[in-house]
C-alpha cells in the first residue's frame, strides 16, 4: 500500500492526482473555456452545447416577443432550471439581460411585479395614516381618562359636602290598583 496523507483517508498517489486534476480544471475555468472544462471533469459536453443553443434561441423569442414556455423567465423559456443559468451560463444570461435593457422594454412578470409593488407601497402609506389617526385617538382617549379618574378621586375625597339621603324606592303598584303609595301619601299629607 502507498504512503498515507496526513489524514490518513487517501493514499498519496490517489491524492496528487487529484489534485493536479483540479488544478486543470481551475485553469481552464479561469479561462472560460467551458466546453473543455466539462470534458476534462467528465461532464457532458454535447448537453452543455445544447443548453448554450437553447439558451439563445429562448433568447431570440422573448425579445422577439414571441415566448413558447414562459412569461419572460429566461430558465423557463429555454426549459432549465434557474440555477443552470445563474450559475452555468452566466454570460449568456448578462448578455440576455444587456439585451432586453438596450430595447428598453420592460417583461411582462417585471411590468407585473411593479405594479403589485406599487399597490402594496400605497397600501402601506394608508396604513401608516390610520395607524397614526388611531395612534392620536389613543393619546386622546388616555388624557380623558386620566382626567375623569382624578375627578373621580377628588370627589370620593370630599367629605365636607352634606350628601342627600339615599331613599329607597318601592316598586310601583299594578295598574288599576287605588293603593296610595308613600309618595303620594307624603304629598297628600303636605297638601
Known sequence: MGRQT???????????????RAQVLTELADQHDHDRVLAAAGGRLVSYDNERKDIRAAMDRLLAGTPLRSDGALAAEADLKRHVLTHRHTNLKDEFYAKVRAQGRVADSERKLRAKLKKTKERL????EENKRQQAEIETFARVVNVLTVENHQLRGQSGHKRAPVVALRPAPDPGSCSIGPVEHELNQRA
Do not use: H, Q, Y
Not at 6 to 20: F, H, K, M, T, Y
Not at 125 to 128: K, Q, T, V
Open 125 to 128: 402609506a394608508n396604513l401608516i
Open 6 to 20: 496526513v489524514s490518513g483517508l487517501v493514499p498519496e498517489p490517489l491524492a496528487d492526482r487529484l489534485r493536479e
